[in-house]
């Protein structure tokens, strides 16, 4: 097999530092690991209008269509709040989900033990915990049409659709429940049924999926009941599939467990390309953070752990994503913060590139 390709979009505010610190880690990986990958680079979001005009010039789509994985940093910040919709740096990521097709958006939360006390939530509510959300990306609310500001007699209406059909909501379930068979075989379905028929659709086709599926225990909940459950109890669950802004809301709220918003990797999966491999784009949860672009004090880790992800999900490597993951978990043992990780008790936070120096050590030390 031709060197797999991976196309690296670094983006706005803190993308270009914290991406620096992925391109050390894939490199270690290439000289230490035997894992070659042809790795270029290009514009997206506010970096690329800058250049371009546009948030995602129509060349970088090609290449992200044709690339084994894309691996993005972060996009958005003042400088662009007043362009018009059309053009702002989101677009430029809408455009790559919806073109790409990636259709399964995996979002773990997962609570790293060293940090457990940087949780609003009880440390024995949040130890431990590790779950994953299934958020559809291409569909629903965010797409749906008719879509608009239209005038109605004398006054505005905005109008956005919530529209799925069949065939979208069982390509999620049935990743879902993929995952769900690698994990500990649980799966909870999240929708409004008992107010949306696009809830009552998704019900009835998780359900029928589900029967493809008898040693996975499905369950289903409301959706409001499910950000309540999981502020709760988020140890009763393992794998959650929701629809688009379910997801993004309870994504958040799953995130903020674990008291690491700056931790917290993500995969947008769709269809097998030609070669077996999903389409496939990485990204960090984490925002671009303007506030402190440029100086050094970003936290590397959550698009490091992006990179574990495109390791597993996009090029077979479990075991090397596993040891990228201990070499975290390692590091942070260790006491080794970046500044959104200092606690009230103080010490002396390491910068972006320090914090990519000491993964790097945790993985040399792992071989
Ligand atoms: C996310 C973000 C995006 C979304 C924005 C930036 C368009 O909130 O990835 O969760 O709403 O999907
Ligand atoms: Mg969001």
Not at 27 to 38: Q, T, V, Y
Not at 47 to 71: I, K, N, S
Not at 106 to 131: E, T
Not at 325 to 341: K, S, Y
Request: net charge negative; hydrophobic share 45%.
């Amino acid at each position: 097999m031709s060197t797999p390709s991976l196309l690296i979009l670094p983006g706005d505010g803190i993308g270009p530092e914290v991406m620096r610190e992925v391109r050390r880690i894939i490199d270690w990986f290439g000289a230490r690991r035997g894992l070659a990958f042809d790795v270029s680079e290009d514009l997206v979001g506010g970096a690329a209008y800058d250049a371009h005009g546009t948030p995602l010039h129509d060349d970088t789509m090609a290449r992200a269509q044709a690339a084994d994985a894309v691996l993005l940093g972060a996009v958005g910040g003042p400088k662009y709040d007043d362009l018009d919709f059309s053009v702002k740096p989101e677009r430029g990521l809408l455009r790559l989900r919806k073109e790409m097709d990636l259709f399964s958006n995996l979002r773990p939360a997962q609570c790293f033990d060293a940090l457990a006390d940087f949780s609003s939530l009880k440390r024995d509510v949040v130890a431990g915990l590790d779950i994953m959300i299934v958020r559809e990306l291409t569909s629903g609310v965010y797409f749906g049409e008719p879509r608009g500001i239209f005038t109605e007699g004398n006054e505005r209406v905005g109008v956005n659709t919530q529209r799925y059909t069949e065939s979208e909501i069982r390509r999620v379930a049935i990743s879902a429940f993929e995952l769900a068979m690698r994990r500990s075989r649980k799966l909870c379905s999240m929708e409004k049924a008992n107010v949306m028929e696009s809830g009552i659709l998704w019900r009835e086709v998780v359900t029928e999926v589900g029967r493809d599926y008898p040693e996975v225990e499905l369950s289903h909940m409301y959706a409001d009941n499910g950000a309540m459950q999981l502020v709760r109890w988020p140890r009763q669950f393992d794998v959650i599939v929701t629809d688009n802004l379910f997801g993004d809301i309870l994504s958040d709220c799953a995130a903020m467990l674990t008291g690491s918003l700056g931790m917290l990797p993500s995969a947008s999966l769709g269809a097998p390309m030609a070669n077996g491999r999903p389409k496939a784009l990485y990204e960090p949860v984490h925002g671009s953070a303007p506030d402190i672009a440029g100086q050094g004090k970003a936290n590397p880790i959550a698009c490091i752990l992006s990179f574990a992800m495109a390791l597993r999900y996009s090029f077979d490597q479990g075991a090397e994503a596993a040891r990228l993951e201990a070499a975290i978990e390692q590091v942070l043992a260790d006491g080794v913060r970046t500044a959104d990780l200092m606690g009230p008790e103080g010490g002396v936070p390491v910068s972006t590139e320090g914090m990519g120096d000491a993964i790097i050590a945790a993985l040399e030390a792992s071989l």
